[in-house]
């Protein structure tokens, strides 16, 4: 056999599969605990043992890996004009799979510098002004940043009218800066790629020694790549197979969101407001997880529509959140009320953040009638939803979870999907699957669309 071996370093577990290339099957998955306070490699080492038992070898051709190890990959995005730039920077850095903590608009502040010092970034994404526009803003961001006692480093992406001068600023401070093309060179023109893959170098030179794992590299036959941009290929390649789709991760402190889809108005007497979002589009929404960040997910639910949901005492609620909140490796046992809580906050988490990736429309009123105006995608016509992540993929019902993605007549105004098939990744292997499409991108394709799950 010409076996491949995909690890995924997770902030939690190191996940392990054993892929068959030639058969485009997988052979064998397994798990053990992430040792990212000692040693990644000895829970990897572990966690070969197990999977060798399962495939009867642990001679891999090829071995690859992505990791969200010790929180994976934090940023900050900085721009001008919060629905241009700003957002611009920020789909760019979701894109490459990093998670974005705060994004910023217009000149820093003082209490800006401190938020930024207080979060303790890797990487900060600065850009603004289009080309030959704006450059004073960019400058003054460039400025404030450089002075922050921080060791993260700088992508620079904006106006590069001053694109060489903001790099001096950033080196005479000793910061670590990449000079890359604007991510949006002209007036709602999106240029995302450049910056994409300069998040995705920084990445493998730095991040990967921060977090520990540049000993484990020396065992790959190729860089360790964050695992958002796993998954986020994985789902590009499908959708080109597929059609338009969208993919929930629910995690335990993020909910990660996927669409593979044009996005532009679908209903009649509708244009679009605002820029014209990618066609490959993530979203993370660090306040929407089922352990770490429960408490924020449970706030945005309700604790009245949680209780409705679940029949469980609100009293009764709250003490499990805060119980997961201070213990986030906590597993429910099936066929017990804490199983069922989580299994309808998994349904909540993805309703939320599908709120919040999809477009949405307004009314306006025009000299020539009622119009409606589309802020982002419109997600009506996506044909399957796919659910990942253990929350999905463990839940006693997934279907109903997943449902919570779908259109509703209560938010009609919400662009979500109206009729979608929707799959499971049972055997959680889209990051897998993301790091075998670099190589054997049609085997990856054939070992998703076999392994995923209709429900």
């Known amino acids: 056999m010409n076996l491949c071996l995909a690890v995924d370093f997770g902030s939690t577990y190191t996940k392990l599969t054993a892929i068959d290339v030639e058969a485009a099957a997988v052979v064998a998955v397994a798990k053990a605990f992430t040792t990212i306070e000692t040693d990644v490699r000895e829970g990897l080492n572990k966690g070969l043992v197990e999977l060798a038992k399962l495939c009867g070898t642990d001679n891999f051709n090829t071995k690859l890996a992505c990791s969200s190890a010790a929180g994976g990959l934090k940023m900050i995005s900085v721009g001008l004009v919060p629905d241009l730039t700003a957002k611009a920077a920020r789909l760019a850095a979701t894109s490459a799979g990093a998670k974005v903590v705060k994004t910023y608009a217009y000149e820093l502040t003082s209490s800006d510098q401190e938020e930024i010092f207080n979060e303790n970034p890797d990487i900060i994404l600065l850009s603004g002004g289009i080309d030959g526009g704006n450059k004073d803003v960019i400058l003054h961001n460039a400025q404030m940043l450089a002075v922050i006692e921080r060791g993260f480093s700088v992508i620079i992406a904006g106006n590069k009218t001053v694109g060489e001068q903001i790099r001096q600023i950033f080196l005479t401070a000793k910061k670590r800066a990449l000079l ?12 995302i790629m450049p910056a994409k893959m300069a998040i995705r170098d920084l990445f493998i030179e730095n991040i990967i020694s921060a977090k520990g794992l540049d000993k484990a590299q020396e065992l790959l036959d190729d860089e360790i790549i964050p695992t958002p941009l796993a998954v986020f290929e994985a789902a590009e390649l499908l959708g080109k197979e597929m059609g338009e789709l969208m993919v929930y991760d629910v995690g335990g402190a993020t909910t990660d969101v996927y669409s593979m889809a044009d996005g532009t108005p679908k209903r009649a007497n509708t244009y679009l407001s605002g820029m014209h979002e990618p066609h490959a589009k993530r979203t993370v929404e660090g306040d929407i997880g089922m ?3 429960i408490l924020s997910l449970a706030e945005e639910a309700g604790l009245d529509n949680i209780a409705a949901s679940t029949g469980i005492a609100t009293p009764d609620i709250q003490a499990r959140i805060k119980y ?16 069922h809580l989580d299994d309808i906050l998994a349904g909540f988490a993805i309703g939320i953040s599908a709120n919040r990736h999809c477009g949405f429309t307004e009314t306006t009123y025009t ?21 990942t992540g253990g929350s999905v993929i463990n839940n006693t019902n997934p279907k109903n979870a997943l449902a919570n993605a779908a259109y509703t007549p209560l ?3 919400i662009l979500k999907p109206t009729n979608p098939e929707y799959l499971l990744d049972t055997q959680n292997i889209f990051a ?24």
């Open 324 to 339: 997961c909140r201070e213990n986030p490796d906590i597993l429910s046992a099936p066929n017990t009320p804490e199983k």
């Open 180 to 191: 890359c093309e604007n991510v949006m060179p002209k007036f709602d023109k999106l240029n």
């Open 411 to 413: 938010s009609a105004n």
């Open 367 to 387: 000299p020539v009638g009622e119009v409606l105006l589309q802020t982002g995608k419109d997600l009506t016509a996506v044909k399957y939803i796919i659910g």
């Open 291 to 293: 352990r770490y960040s």
């Open 432 to 455: 897998a699957m993301g790091l075998l499409s670099k190589r054997h991108p049609k085997t990856a394709t054939k070992i998703m669309q076999t392994n995923f799950t209709k429900i």
